[in-house]
């Protein structure tokens, strides 16, 4: 009986010697800053980046490329360039991509590549009403790929369910003018999120939800703050989600706040990260790009220039990160593998 008592102690004391450690790992030094094309001032940053494995993924840019890599970022090959402001791009496969520009008004809108990104082509059959701009594309598969726009309207959903030969369009300007980002959990099931109005002051954080592929929309989230907009989504689990709200009114002293989800995206609660107080100080926060490795380790970064935050507590406290700037995007393909865009790419690793 000692013998099992002394090992039940000696147990419990390296066991809670291996969780301290865990919570002391300093995960910002996961992060690596790749040698990728770097975003010049006049652009501020790179809107959109994906990765189908390790390996291979695209960057767009806003001022008209495409770039992609074969070995994980360490280095990029220009595959397209135009008079384009790339906002947003998604691959179903390695061969199967769509690439969507926020200027849409100007005739291009979205362009599609099933060879890689070695040749890259106008989408010219989406049906009415045309979206002037697309801010964010969600593939959830080989056939079904769902996209929206824009930040300062019309507010417009489009889907393919045959792989990008056809496409349907749905308005949704009367309750939402800007469409950011939308999120698929399966064919029927996804969000979109954005805000009521395109005019930026009087705009309200909105979250819609379907049940049906994206033919009836409900309303399941709206602020009552004026001059936000949801921005970006990130599940780390199917029951976990968070979601990005961006403000515009920078340099005013207000609380700034950011969504969560714990049940699947039906509800979903307000949390303050940055206070009227440090507005006031460092002229406000306006996040962008938000991402989780898990259900408490995430990470969003700042339009303006502030630094990229980090949270090990599931968005309970923040503290200043030391990766990246003025970050966009942040996708993980699992939790021991992401990469970010902003400034320029990013890329997280992890044992």
């Known amino acids: 009986m000692k013998n099992i008592s002394i090992l039940f102690f000696y147990l419990l004391v390296v066991g809670c010697e291996v969780e301290n450690d865990n919570n002391d790992l300093n995960y910002d030094s996961n992060w690596e800053t790749l040698p990728a094309p770097v975003a010049p001032d006049s ?15 695209w960057l767009v840019t806003r001022n008209g490329q495409i770039y992609n890599t074969l070995d994980g970022g360490e280095s990029w090959n220009l595959q397209f360039e135009d008079d384009i402001y790339w ?6 496969d390695e061969l199967h991509g769509w690439a969507g520009n926020k200027l849409g008004d100007n005739g291009k809108l979205l362009y599609q590549t099933t060879d890689g990104g070695e040749n890259w082509s106008m989408v010219n059959n989406i049906a009415e009403p045309v979206p002037h701009g697309l801010c964010g594309i969600f593939v959830y598969n080989s056939n079904i790929i769902n996209a929206c726009g824009r930040i300062y309207g019309p507010g417009v959903f489009i889907r393919s369910e045959d792989g990008g030969a056809n496409w349907t369009s749905l308005d949704l300007n009367d309750v ?31 979250i819609l939800r379907t049940e049906d592929g994206g033919i009836n929309w409900n309303v399941i989230y709206e602020g009552n703050r004026d001059g936000e907009w949801c921005w970006k989504i990130s599940f780390p689990t199917p029951d976990i989600g968070y979601v990005s709200i961006q403000t515009g009114l920078w340099g005013v002293a207000v609380d700034e706040y950011f969504l969560k989800t714990t049940d699947g995206g039906n509800t979903w609660s307000e949390h303050v990260f ?5 507005s006031a100080e460092f002229g406000g926060y306006s996040t962008q790009g938000i991402g989780f490795i898990n259900k408490d380790i995430g990470w969003m970064g700042s339009y303006v220039k502030q630094p990229t935050l980090m949270t090990l507590d599931g968005g309970v406290t923040w503290s200043e990160s030391d990766f990246g700037a003025h970050v966009n995007r942040i996708r993980f393909l699992s939790n021991n593998l992401g990469y970010a865009s902003g400034k320029t790419v990013y890329k997280y690793a992890s044992d």
């Open 87 to 92: 906002r947003c791009v998604g691959f179903a």
């Open 43 to 57: 652009m501020v940053k790179h809107d959109d980046v994906f990765f189908v494995n390790e390996q291979k993924g």
């Open 176 to 206: 939402a003018e800007m469409l950011i980002d939308l999120y698929f959990w399966d064919e029927l099931n996804g969000i979109i999120v954005g805000g009521t109005s395109g005019g930026f002051d009087d705009s309200h954080a909105i």
């Open 274 to 278: 940055y206070t009227a107080g440090q």
